[in-house]
């Protein structure tokens, strides 16, 4: 386990975000850590499910950083569908 | 009394220009604080500005602005004008003045540089006086608001802005140490007085004081219209040094550095005057939108007379710099609204009904793209959960221009591509930046930009201790008193529509 910084947004929102995750969070946990920011504050609550976007590809929900390969400061994208 | 006429004396003295027979020209204009790029000295010499000052005449037009201006400083402290100013437009002048006036004493240096290094005896000449004009801006800009200290404590940092690492500091000393405190006189005369101040300094100077002496505030209207009369004189170290250049086949070399600064004075112009224009003027007093003045000022006198020059508008105009006129900037101040406890005035939310009416009135479709973010703000501010309003992280910064990267909101809006940052890896580390054209720059002198640490990159590195928000405002120099709140205390929530409506 390790803490690991990325840069994220949610889908809607306007700015990029400065967001700690774990290596071994996974893709909800991760969509949630970076959502907490966002949604009930600047975006209204979203229906549907999390999903995770990183370097173009969708993550699995249960996939984990360590697993996805994701890097210091790499960018990810949250969206509800 | 002078035994001479004027024209008797003027030409000769002020073009004392020779060849050198005991050194090397290279070594009295080494080429890095010169930048000849080749041209000979006689073509230099063809230099030459409308002004035409000798220093008895500018030490009498100086005296007699300062009598001017302090005159009118002495008349509104006896009349408390200040506090019977909007909250809005307070704020206004307050991100104003942390912004300017040590800028602006750095700027004397620049001038300096040039009175030193400029390639052209009349150059020099115009500006040494370019020197003390700045020096006059940083002392006028820094004595005002410092009168006002005891009615307002922000307007301390009036002072003090540049000398913190408070995120807006860290993006105004990397622009302007690109621009003059660590530029050569060429650079700096088509960068900082053709590019900044025959262009941009006109939107918040001319700008500005219109809307000043709209809301009635006689002293910051006074103060910034006798700094104009100044940068109108020495921003014409410009367009001189640029004939030159073209005429001596570097139009190439001059089109890039004014690409270049052009993209990042619309940065901080973005940022600074924007906000002020558009949200922080009371709406009553407001005599056109920031885009409005953008399209006067920039995109038809200045543009008409660089073309007239014979150069091209930048590279990304059309496709880049035209687009944001609609929505950069109020990324930028949703931005500085949320994470108001970083700055150093009061933002003001600017978004009651009847702003918003004017907002969308200026710019089609503000509602449906900006209003749907401000309608969740709103709704937390009326239940009382204006926690929700304030940040918990931080955003990123821009490598370049050290301002927020709000890509997403460009994305959002349907103006950009992507939501992502535009990335580059350099010499194994990885730098984020806001646009195309930030990273451009950067691409184009790396060398220059790439050992500088954005503060985000301070946090990673574990400068900021402890790593939180409270770590950073306090690494920021912030303190209670002076971390921005809303400006009206959230009465624009609350506002509604006349009946009428």
């Known amino acids: 386990m390790a803490a690991l910084p990325v840069q994220a947004a949610v889908r809607g929102d306007f700015v990029v975000l400065l967001v700690l995750v774990d290596t071994e969070d996974t893709m909800d946990q991760v969509a949630e850590k970076v959502a907490r920011h966002v949604i009930d504050r600047r975006l209204p609550p979203q229906g549907g499910r999390p999903v995770v976007r990183v370097n173009g590809q969708d993550l699995p929900p249960g996939t984990t950083v360590a697993q996805a390969g994701i890097g210091p400061m790499q960018f990810i994208e949250v969206r509800y569908e | 009394m002078p035994k001479l006429q004027r024209q008797q004396y003027y030409d000769l003295t002020r073009d004392m220009n020779w060849h050198f027979r005991y050194v090397d020209e290279a070594e009295v204009f080494p080429e890095a604080m010169s930048k000849s790029l080749g041209v000979p000295a006689e073509e230099w010499w063809k230099w030459d500005e409308p002004y035409k000052l000798t220093f008895r005449e500018y030490t009498y037009n100086q005296v007699d602005k300062d009598t001017g201006i302090y005159s009118i400083k002495s008349v509104t402290n006896r009349a408390n004008l200040y506090e019977k100013l909007d ?14 006036p040590v ?72 622009l302007f140490d690109d621009m003059f405190t660590a530029n050569d006189a060429v650079s700096t005369a088509i960068q900082l007085t053709f590019t900044f101040e025959t262009g941009f300094t006109n939107l918040q100077f001319l700008g ?21 009369t100044d940068e109108a004189r020495h921003a ?42 558009d949200y922080y003027t009371p709406l009553e007093y407001r005599s056109m939108s920031f885009k409005e ?103 990123v910064v821009c490598n370049l221009c050290q301002i927020p990267i709000i890509t997403p909101c460009g994305h959002a809006i349907g103006k950009l591509e992507r939501p992502i940052p535009f990335m580059l890896e350099y010499n194994g580390r ?63 929530a609350f506002a509604e529509r006349k009946a009428a409506e």
Not at chain 2, 87 to 100: D, N, Q
Not at chain 2, 119 to 144: C, I, K
Not at chain 2, 239 to 252: F, I, Q, S
Not at chain 2, 375 to 392: H, M, Q, Y
Request: proline share 5%; net charge negative; with cysteine.
């Open chain 2, 87 to 100: 909250s809005g437009w307070r704020s206004a002048i307050k991100a104003h003045y942390g912004a300017i």
């Open chain 2, 208 to 228: 500005m004081a219109a809307d000043a002496l709209h809301v009635g505030d006689m002293e910051f209207g006074a103060l910034i219209s006798s700094i104009q």
């Open chain 2, 103 to 174: 800028p602006e004493y750095l700027a004397s240096i620049g001038e300096a540089r040039m009175a030193r290094f400029g390639r052209a005896a009349a150059w020099r000449n115009m500006a040494t006086f370019g020197a003390l004009d700045e020096t006059r801006h940083g002392q006028a800009q820094a004595w005002f608001p410092y009168s006002l200290i005891d009615k307002d404590p922000q307007m301390d940092w009036a002072l003090k802005t540049l000398h913190t690492n408070e995120w807006g500091a860290i993006a105004a000393r990397h």
């Open chain 2, 293 to 395: 003045f953008m399209e006067e000022w920039i995109i038809k006198q200045f543009m008409d007379q660089f073309k007239d020059l014979g150069m091209n508008t930048p590279w990304y105009w059309e496709s880049h710099f035209l687009p944001e006129l609609d929505w950069y900037h109020h990324g930028l101040h949703l931005g500085v609204w949320f994470w108001r406890p970083t700055v150093w005035w009061n933002p003001d939310a600017g978004v009651s009904p009847a702003e918003r009416d004017w907002l969308e009135e200026k710019y089609p479709g503000w509602n449906d793209t900006f209003g749907r973010w401000w309608d969740v703000i709103t709704e937390n501010v009326r239940k009382g959960e204006a926690n929700k309003t304030l940040p918990e992280t931080f955003p």
């Open chain 2, 236 to 277: 014409q170290q410009g367009e001189p040094t640029l004939r030159v250049l073209v005429a001596n086949g570097k139009k190439a070399e001059a089109q890039k550095m004014v690409d270049i600064m052009f993209w990042r004075s619309w940065r901080i112009f973005s940022l600074l005057t924007g906000l002020s224009m």
């Open chain 2, 430 to 492: 990885q730098y984020n930046f806001c646009s195309e054209i930030c990273r451009w720059i950067f691409k184009e002198q790396p060398e220059r930009y790439h050992g500088h640490l954005s503060i985000v990159d301070r946090l990673l590195a574990g400068q900021i201790q402890p790593p939180t928000v409270e770590g950073a405002l306090a690494y920021m120099g912030l303190t209670p008193e002076i971390m921005g709140q809303d400006a009206d205390n959230y009465q624009w």
